[in-house]
């Protein structure tokens, strides 16, 4: 049997469709919303300094909730509510600590590492054995001839993406 030019196009389209119903509800960020179709996060309060050796920083509290809001916005269908959602995520900002990380030969610090741990409450309504409450955290180093004026930003940014990640990956990757 000899094909032509129109079965081998036919063929092809059947694959591709065929291959795409296979896939179901999977989407490429790997998130599984089930049924919900709101999700809200309550602001993360910073309570750092209830942790020895963690300081407050102003600010952080609101940067660190809008970044959960945009990773969770941008990596799903939901829809952000301010109350009586299928999801909420709330907690509680539980470190930011500065410390020295190697030494030189003149025994000065070399190396300096921003810490950020953040306590979290997830809870899905529809899914209710989804539920946890984790604590997440991350680190980033800088010379420490480095002000920290210069590379808090670059920081918190790193740290709240691989944080928020790692959130969103607990509560809605299906891995």
């Given amino acids: 049997m000899r094909f032509t030019k129109k079965h081998i196009y036919f063929i092809l389209i059947l694959s591709t469709l065929v291959s795409f119903t296979n896939c179901g509800v999977y989407n490429f960020t790997g998130g599984d919303v089930g049924d919900a179709k709101t999700f809200q996060v309550n602001y993360f309060q910073n309570y750092a300094t209830q942790n020895p050796g963690s300081t407050f920083e102003p600010g ?4 660190f909730t809008l970044a959960l809001q945009d990773r ?5 269908s939901l829809d952000l509510t301010n109350s009586n959602a299928d999801l909420v995520y709330e907690g509680e900002i539980v470190e930011y600590r500065i410390s020295p990380m190697s030494a030189t030969a003149e ?3 070399a190396q300096n590492r921003i810490s ?3 306590n979290v409450r997830f809870t899905n ?3 209710e054995d989804a539920d946890f409450e984790q604590r997440f955290s991350f680190f980033y180093d800088y010379p420490a001839n480095s002000q920290l004026s210069t590379v808090k930003d670059e920081a918190h940014k790193i740290i709240f993406e691989r944080i928020t990640q790692d959130i969103f990956n607990a509560s809605l990757a299906d891995w």
């Fill in 125 to 127: 309504s529809t899914k």
């Fill in 60 to 63: 952080m509290d609101r940067d």
């Fill in 107 to 109: 025994q000065t610090a």
């Fill in 116 to 118: 950020i741990g953040v």
């Fill in 72 to 76: 969770i916005l941008n990596q799903t």
